[in-house]
């Protein structure tokens, strides 16, 4: 299993600021990722980032938008820049353990909301 | 549609009430993923699943695979257990979510 942190767990940003989000994880794992949940939503993946790559964004996720850093195998962080009201979301952290089957682990999320 | 379904969407039930919430999914995957999700945003992953039936305390999780279909199951619900339960599919790492059911168990 995993246990991961997020910081911040909530805050409030102005429009046209950006926000770093951290994630520390009590092991070492390969893959981790970024997810949205805009509110009455499901979670939706931003991006997949793993430890020695540029991490790749899906579909309708840029970089410039959504920087992401991941220097080593317990810890990322995701930027989320120049933000609108559009941006107030839960964005959370995830990790996955293969052992066949890839189970994931899920962050306790940051509850962001930009006025 | 989406390629996960759940149901209800919202589910209220009285404390000690028996609780089943669905879900069906049309995507391939390798493994089924029950999440319980609170208030204040965090997730839990409850079970994970590739056949068969699974059961943790008062939770109990079952997946038919020909039929696309998984239940999870509440005994003797509690205040407590209200939260959004979420269902969600993949194949390898990526993750396909449904939209989750709101439970209410009331005292």
């Known amino acids: 299993s995993a246990v991961i942190s997020q910081k911040p767990s909530r805050d409030i940003c102005q429009r046209g600021t950006s926000l770093t989000i951290q994630c520390q994880v009590d092991?070492?794992?390969?893959?981790m990722f970024w997810y949205r949940q805009q509110p009455g939503q499901s979670l939706t993946l931003i991006a997949t980032a793993n430890q020695g790559s540029e991490a790749t964004y899906e579909s309708g996720f840029v970089i410039d938008k959504f920087p992401i850093s991941r220097p080593n195998l317990t810890f990322s962080t995701l930027t989320v820049s120049n933000m609108s009201p559009e941006d107030s979301s839960i964005y959370l952290c995830?990790?996955?353990?293969?052992?066949?089957?890839?189970?994931?682990?899920f962050g306790p999320g940051t509850r962001l909301t930009v006025t | 549609k989406n390629e996960v379904e759940q149901s209800p969407q919202n589910l209220t039930a009285q404390e000690g009430e028996f609780i089943t919430i669905n879900c069906s999914y049309s995507v391939g995957i390798s493994a089924l993923h029950w999440l319980q999700q609170h208030p204040g945003g965090g997730i839990v992953s409850l079970f994970m699943?590739?056949?068969g039936k699974k059961k943790h305390g008062r939770l109990i999780a079952t997946i038919n695979i020909q039929e696309k279909h998984s239940s999870l199951h509440i005994t003797a619900s509690h205040p407590r257990d209200s939260a959004v339960y979420i269902c969600?599919?993949?194949?390898?790492?990526?993750?396909?979510f449904g939209k989750g059911t709101l439970l209410t168990v009331n005292p």
């Open positions: 699943l590739s056949s």
């Open positions: 995830s990790v996955a353990i293969s052992g066949g089957l890839y189970e994931q682990y």
């Open positions: 969600s599919g993949g194949s390898n790492y990526k993750l396909t």
């Open positions: 092991s070492q794992v390969t893959m």
